[in-house]
């Protein structure tokens, strides 16, 4: 054997060797990439609570998804979820352009607070990345004509209507009057300018709108001015750390309305305000877009999965909605067979879904011009040991309502 | 507004205020004698609450165990003085301030770590109970928190004025230079005051455990903004000024808020802040620190 035929055999040896370190060292390069979601969630401060239980749901949801196969028609792509805080406006800003520079997120979901959600939305619009919303309340979310926006979760106006409805229903026409008890940031000037607008056709005349500021020390002056307007009904929304605290402070002060408190979403909804409250929430009334007793299919057997990883908390605060919104932005992600944000827009725009992992609580999923997601009515239930069970409208009702609570 | 709304709205005022005048207290105490100003002093009121509220899962009553608690946080105080401060005590102002303010951040962290960013809610059985009087009512819990944060307060005067330690803490915080040369040793001073100080806030988060909630922010959230508004209305360094501010405030803020309503309930003390600063600069006590 002479050098010159040792050498071409030693090329390929080096060759052969240079292919399987490459192989082995960059194994993504034979398959495809990943699909990059960003989550805008607030994970620490006062909406912790919730951004924490919103998150356990993401990571289920995205697991499911994974387990079952990825995105089929990006060959079994993975969705990957890159977690941002949304605390406030400059912090959601500075995550979502974070999130699309550096990480190169496919999609936006997000950001919980209507405030942040506003702001961060009109960033991921002019970057051209899909934005879906399915955790803020604000009409104003969609109804800036921004085309990368998908809003699945009711706009606050329909809060509003649906509690004057059930009111009226549940008082047979005897609540004349009630007041709001509501933070002073975007989302609570959202609910008093609703409540405002709406609450009067049924027959129920607002006699004060209660304002208090992010992080309040006490709620001592609210129940009193409460006491002394004496309102049938109160209205209120607000976080799970204000609403324990305000929850406390109605105890020592003895003060109950006439016929009832109604919560609205939100903090209303989160576990963790139940146990924290424990009797002290009995008879509470809140008003949302799912509960897990809803007579939807699959809607137990979804909360019970969640509750495996949640250490036994419902599948409530937003984590139902988000949980969903996931399962949305995949089929949509799967239709447009491309991680491009343009082509995952316009697969949003044109979904229409009825059967799949999101029929626990929307039986269609389909847009608007808007971008918006409409739904007939919200549910209502009453909280009893720590539970909420839907008692309005009848349709989906387990339990009936007891009324009016008194204490 | 009826007579009883007024007097529960002032009465109530006036028990918050006694559990912002304790915080203010360990404030003005640091400041007085170390002319430091310590923008961490709320987290160590959040660290309080959270060993009363494990205390309490252990099984052990808050109040019974608010002495040890007291104890335990005066020496991590004292050592985070040592570690932290003294190496930067003859150094300018502003680096003192940033490293209090790092401290707030690493254990705001801290907490989070060990605790949780949740709500933990100490749920004591008779937390609703109060007392009547005509159309008033108010919880023992307030009560006993006021009760024990003017003790504590009279304690902490007590022991400034009559014991050899808290005489050399006065006679540090009037001239350290001075006080040196009388063979006080104002390193070991200062340390003490830290721990005391700091002891104090934790105290305060004990008082008021069952009363509020705690998460890992609750400190900067609610109580540091009083601390420090009270803290100059009642001339920084001075303990019997911080104590009177107190109740100021919390009255100014009871009233504030019947009045204009919740979101403006500190209008009115920051409004006195204001009035205070323009015409009194140097606070009710007109700079006289005791």
Redesign the interface.
């Known amino acids: 054997m002479t050098t010159h035929d040792l050498n071409p055999s030693r090329r390929q040896f080096v060759q052969t060797l240079g292919t399987a370190a490459g192989v082995a060292a960059f194994p993504t390069l034979a398959q495809t990439a990943d699909v990059k979601v960003g989550f805008l969630l607030p ?4 909406f ?2 919730s951004g ?1 239980l919103i998150k356990q749901a993401v990571e289920m949801a995205i697991e499911e998804i994974n387990a079952s196969g990825g995105i089929k028609s990006l060959k079994g792509a993975k969705l990957v979820g890159v977690f941002g805080n949304s605390t406030s406006v400059d912090e959601a800003n500075t995550e979502t352009n974070r999130m699309i520079s550096r990480d190169k997120v496919s999609a936006i979901v997000g950001a919980y607070s209507s405030g942040a959600t506003i702001s961060s939305t009109v960033i991921a619009e002019r970057n051209k990345i899909p934005y879906l919303v399915p955790n803020a309340l604000a009409d104003e979310i969609t109804a800036r004509g921004l085309k990368f926006v998908f809003k699945t979760v009711p706009h606050f106006s329909q809060y509003a209507i649906n509690s004057g409805e059930m009111v009226a229903q549940l008082s047979g026409g005897q609540a004349k009057t009630c007041a709001l008890v509501r933070e ?1 940031n975007f989302f609570g000037n959202v609910v008093s300018r609703e409540f405002n607008k709406h609450i009067g056709n049924y027959g129920l005349k607002l006699v004060k709108d ?4 992010t ?8 129940i ?2 409460l ?2 307007d004496n309102p049938d009904i109160v209205f209120a929304s607000g976080e ?2 204000s609403i ?2 305000l929850f ?1 402070q109605l ?4 003060y109950w309305p006439k016929m009832g408190w109604v919560g609205l979403g939100g903090g209303y909804t989160n576990p ?1 305000t139940w146990s ?1 409250l ?1 009797k ?1 929430g009995d008879g509470v009334i809140v008003i949302n877009d799912w509960f897990p007793d809803i007579k939807l299919p699959g809607a137990r057997e979804v909360n019970e999965r969640f509750k495996k990883r949640s250490g036994g908390k419902d599948m409530l605060g937003n984590a139902n909605t988000t949980y969903a919104g996931v399962h949305i932005l995949r089929a949509a992600i799967e239709k447009a067979a491309s991680a491009d944000g343009v082509a995952i827009r316009d697969a949003l725009a044109g979904l229409d879904l009825v059967l799949g992992p999101q029929s626990f609580m929307y039986e269609r999923v389909k847009f608007d011009n808007t971008g918006f997601m409409p739904r007939t009515t919200l549910v209502a239930a009453q909280v009893t040991g720590g539970q909420p069970k839907v008692i309005w409208p009848t349709a989906y009702q387990t339990t009936k309502a007891v009324w009016p609570v008194t204490r | 507004m009826t007579f009883d709304v007024i007097l529960q709205a002032v009465l109530l005022g006036l028990l918050q205020g006694g559990v912002y005048a304790l915080v203010a207290c360990g404030l003005t105490l640091i400041y007085g004698v170390m002319k430091i100003v310590n923008f961490a002093h709320a987290e160590f009121l959040t660290l309080g609450m959270y060993l009363a509220i494990t205390a309490f899962h252990l099984g052990a009553s808050p109040y019974l165990v608010a002495l040890l608690i007291f104890g335990v946080v005066a020496v991590l105080g004292a050592g985070i003085q040592s570690v932290l401060i003294r190496p930067a005590l003859q150094h300018p102002q502003i680096n003192q301030m940033l490293i209090t303010i790092g401290l707030s951040t690493m254990m705001i962290g801290a907490m989070q770590l060990i605790w949780g960013p949740n709500n933990q809610v100490l749920k004591l059985e008779w937390s609703g109970e109060a007392m009547e009087l005509g159309g008033v009512r108010l919880t023992y819990v307030r009560l006993i928190s006021f009760v024990a944060a003017a003790l504590i307060a009279a304690l902490a005067w007590w022991f400034l004025k009559h014991t050899r330690t808290g005489m050399a803490m006065r006679a540090a915080s009037q001239n350290p230079q001075s006080a040196r040369l009388m063979g006080i040793e104002v390193m070991r001073v200062n340390m003490i005051t830290f721990g005391v100080g700091t002891g104090l806030a934790a105290m305060a988060g004990v008082l008021i455990a069952p009363a509020f909630f705690a998460n890992p922010t609750f400190g900067t959230d609610y109580f540091i903004l009083p601390a420090f508004v009270i803290v100059v209305l009642g001339t920084m360094g001075n303990f019997a000024g911080a104590l009177i501010g107190g109740l100021i405030i919390g009255v100014a803020e009871g009233l504030g808020g019947l009045v204009f309503g919740p979101a403006l309930r500190q209008l009115v003390s920051l409004l006195l802040f204001v009035v205070v600063l323009l015409f009194l600069p140097r606070g009710l006590f007109k700079g006289k620190v005791s």
């Open positions: 994970l620490t401060g006062s912790a609570e924490q002073n209660n304002v208090f500021p992080n309040p020390t006490t709620f001592e002056d609210v009193l001015s006491k002394r799970p750390s324990t605290l406390k105890a020592e002060l003895k963790t924290n424990g002290q």
